[in-house]
């Protein structure tokens, strides 16, 4: 099949004069004209080469058929799985539809349950409870007039006394526990006149101040240049008691040792 498809596309023809005049002779053999032996050589290949071209046709016309044979089933096996998707597809869709009706139906149901219960649940405002008159009589029926059947005056009294020492305990349990104090931390830089001073006595006489509300902390020695010295030292402080401003006050009144005093870090408790 391969090599009849190449002569078809076959576009050049070497020996067409030699075709030519062999077709030539035979025309003449058909009409009367005597032949040679050469000539009628000639007349078998022209009949070889029309049943070539016959074959040929042949063969073209059957590849032409098969390729359109194969197209066709190509376009049949497509055209039959598009029907099947389109059959899942509606399927698809039938099943939705299903799901939305039967949830549009419990949508309706819940609807219907929830519209007299939201009536149920209005809450009607109750008309006060009115106590019976209790009818006195005169005569033998006294006895029964002291005959109190909604409580009496002294449950009310009990009542009132239990409430009154419960309010009282929680009271008392309430001032027991203790206020909260609001503290606060303070290093304080204290600085010397020169590096002659004293700082051990500079220390002792910062730490001889003594105030309510005052506690001194560590402190230490920290090099400021020159030789010289300061004393950085820290302390508590309650907020309400004791101030920075007072503290300042009473350690510069060392103006022998002191020069000035200084903030370094002030944080809350």
Request: glycine share 4%.
């Amino acid at each position: 099949m391969s090599g009849l498809q190449g002569l078809a596309q076959e576009n050049i023809w070497f020996d067409k004069s030699r075709y030519d005049e062999a077709e030539k002779r035979f025309y003449e053999g058909e009409n009367g004209i005597p032949q040679t032996s050469q000539e009628k050589d000639a007349s078998s290949i022209l009949q070889d080469i029309a049943k070539a071209r016959q074959n040929i046709q042949q063969s073209l016309a059957g590849s032409q058929n098969a390729s359109k044979s194969e197209d066709q089933s190509e376009l049949v096996s497509r055209l039959k799985s598009l029907e099947l998707d389109n059959k899942n597809l509606h399927k698809v869709v039938d099943d939705l539809r299903a799901v939305l009706s039967k949830l549009e139906t419990r949508m309706a149901v819940l609807e219907k349950s929830q519209a007299p219960a939201s009536k149920t649940v209005t809450v009607t405002k109750a008309a006060p409870v009115q106590k019976p008159k209790v009818e006195k009589h005169n005569g033998a029926d006294d006895d029964d007039d002291d005959i109190d059947l909604f409580g009496s005056d002294e449950e009310d009294e009990e009542a009132e006394r239990i409430k009154a020492e419960r309010v009282k305990e929680y009271a008392q349990r309430k001032a027991k526990k203790p206020a909260l104090i609001a503290k606060s931390s303070i290093l304080l830089d204290v600085k010397p006149w020169d590096d002659e001073t004293d700082m051990s006595k500079l220390e002792e006489c910062v730490r001889s101040i003594q105030m309510d509300g005052l506690l001194w902390g560590a402190s230490k020695l920290v090099p400021v240049g020159y030789g010289i010295k300061k004393l950085q030292i820290s302390c508590v402080v309650e907020d309400d008691k004791v101030g920075t401003d007072i503290l300042e006050e009473e350690i510069t009144k060392f103006e022998d040792y002191v020069q000035s005093v200084d903030i370094a870090a002030f944080n809350k408790i």
